[in-house]
């Protein structure tokens, strides 16, 4: 397994993986990263100096998954948002969200973020488990302005815990 950071090549493999997720989970709905125009483009999207993607690679060298932050417009400041946290089928449930997420809690605590926000869906039940496993804590709604009205579930880490 190798992670790094993301490059434009990964573009076309990520948004593939991001929507066959979300079309397996009944989430191809409108309000979710399904119908956001930023999925083709996530080099793009990352190059943003406040953000950062990690790409998973097999050891064949294909991209099977990845992981970012974001400041997402709206949140407090301290705060970037987790996002985009997608794998390919074969790949789930072998530690490798767990350490994606690992990489990005690293990443923000460098950067001197102190809390990392997420939004999801119960139907992305393991994801939620990972996610309560790794210390976040449910909110009563979202954070900031990202666009994603559809999501059901808000969790917010305390990096400083």
Known sequence: M???KIQASDNERLAQIIRKTLESFG????GTVYTDPTTDNLHG???HPSSVYFVAENSAGEVIGGCGLYPTRGLPDGYAELVKLYLSEESR??????????KCHEWAREKGLRHIYLETFGELSSAVTLYQ??????L?????KSGHDACTIWMEKNLSR
């Open 45 to 47: 999207l990352f190059l």
């Open 140 to 144: 009563p709604g979202p954070l900031g």
């Open 133 to 138: 496993n790794l210390g976040y804590q449910s």
């Open 93 to 102: 449930g072998r530690g490798i969200g767990r350490a994606l997420m690992e």
């Open 27 to 30: 989430l191809n709905i409108p």
């Open 2 to 4: 190798k992670f790094r």
